[in-house]
């Protein structure tokens, strides 16, 4: 059962209804044209497989569209690897072409090794960030760069409504409430080099589409990443499931209060000129770019 | 110790160290001018009891300034007629004028009647809201009332930086963002009858001022309100003193976050114009004022 709109549906109408939920944000926010070529970023967990289930299922509606899944092996033993099955798996049952990138090829650097370095470099000093700070810029290049290599129009990423309502509070308790602007179903820059990201999931939450991969039998990965910290970001989430629990409908309350205020917001945002990074040609807003910056400050390049 | 800024100071430091902060919250925000007639809105709570206390000990700076308390009477019995006697004692002490309003005299109505009319016909509806929506309206309205009354130039408000901070996520959880640009230290209408309502204390810690309050022996009054709700503000308050707990300057950071953003939303704001209620002459937005429409509905007026 579906506690904040009541409704109660069989399996059947669960997953036409997740689907349609799908169908409904793509055409609203207008994320792909009839002839576009979409490459979905598959990293083998469950919004992603999902995501790429449904497009593929859409995608036969449309014979001038064309699909293809790209994925970034980050490098890290035990937990990538596996997910990486899943995702090749998915694409060869779905029939979906399959573009794979990883830190190591991009960068000269696997997050394993990365991490090694963080660490010794982080005895005795307190500007060290995570992990996944360091994770989370890299693989948002690794994705632009292979979805280029795919030839894609759209990079379709799998965040979910629960992503995107964390990460408007993470910015607001993070001190940058500012950057709830970049937060939203359709992200495009002016630049050659970057493609266009869209969220065909952000109006799903989390636990319907964990319902559906279930319904749907979806193979998918299931352990943790082994450098999972126990950020803020999961306080946010237990915070929000808790209000969920007892506030139902908050998640969807709080991403529509926010759509009320994102024009406002991206009226104010200075006009962002992006150029080529000095260092390695991709499109940045300064001379070097945050990727090569981060890969400098651990002595990689 | 406060645990956000590293400090430990003594017990006179730290009585210092609030004072000096309220003291920057009024400069930087320009809330008074030194001629200034200030109505200090006193309740008989630990935050209104304090601020009167420090605000009157920097009105012996200004000659030019005046001081004086107002306090409104919802009629609660059991609850504010205490109050209403720490409000007293606490202006006889520091020798303030005292101005009173009571829901009675301004509205015809006590909110223990109110809130029976409520039950009444809240049988079978889902359509009334809870007592303290319409405590909320008419106590803003009274204070603005008793404020001309006492011909002030400003209402202070004893709102603390959790009370800013709840309201923020409050506005955000239940849908409304963009009234996060109505939560600010100074607001100001343009309408001769309107008083602007400053914030001295938006910037302290609820924690802290409990604490200034208990090394300056404040008495004030401690018991809640009988209709007080568990309402979702008290759920927000909750969470976010787990935050503070274990990410010490949640508060603080969210504060100066949403400060980032409310120009933007300000500029955003259609311009509101005042007109006068056609009932009772008081300044609103719509045809008829809140209030009136909140008494006609429970057929007051």
Redesign the interface.
Same mark, same amino acid.
């Given at each position: 059962m579906r506690i904040y709109s009541g409704e109660k549906l069989c399996n059947k109408c669960f997953t036409k209804s997740i689907e349609d939920k799908v169908k409904a944000t793509i055409s609203k926010n207008r994320m792909f044209k009839p002839n576009d070529r979409i490459a979905v970023a598959v990293s083998g967990g469950k919004d992603s497989v999902t995501l790429l289930c449904i497009l593929a299922k859409f995608e036969k509606l449309f014979p001038k569209a064309s699909l293809c899944a790209v994925t970034v092996d980050e490098g890290i033993r035990g937990y990538r690897d596996e997910a990486v099955t899943f995702a090749l798996e998915a694409c060869r049952k779905l029939e979906v072409e399959h573009f794979m990138i990883s830190f190591e090829d991009l960068f000269g650097v696997r997050l394993d090794e990365l991490v090694n370095r963080l660490k010794a470099k982080g005895k005795g000093s307190n500007e060290v960030l995570s992990p996944c700070a360091y994770c989370g810029v890299l693989r948002r290049r690794a994705l632009n760069v292979v979805a280029r290599q795919a030839k894609a129009d759209r990079l379709a990423l799998a965040h979910n409504l629960d992503d995107e309502v964390q990460t408007i509070l993470l910015?607001?308790?993070?001190?940058?409430? *500012?950057r709830?602007a970049r937060v939203k179903p359709v992200l495009e820059e002016s630049h050659p080099l970057f493609v266009p990201r869209v969220k065909p999931l952000c109006e799903v939450p989390e636990k319907e589409i964990a319902f559906y991969a279930y319904l749907k039998k979806t193979e998918f990965q299931t352990i943790p990443c082994t450098y999972a910290t126990t950020a803020?970001r999961n306080?946010i989430r237990l915070?929000l499931n808790?209000?969920e629990e007892?506030?139902a409908g908050?998640k969807y309350?709080?991403f529509?209060?926010?759509e009320?205020?994102r *024009?406002?917001?991206e009226?104010?945002e200075k006009e962002v000129f992006l150029q080529a990074c000095k260092v390695c040609g991709e499109p940045t807003v300064s001379e070097i770019c945050k990727p090569c910056e981060m890969l400098r400050r651990i002595g990689v390049k």
């Open positions: 910015n607001i308790m993070h001190g940058d409430a *500012p709830i803020m306080d915070m808790r209000f007892k506030h908050t309350t709080i529509r209060s926010v009320k205020i *024009p406002a917001l009226a104010a």
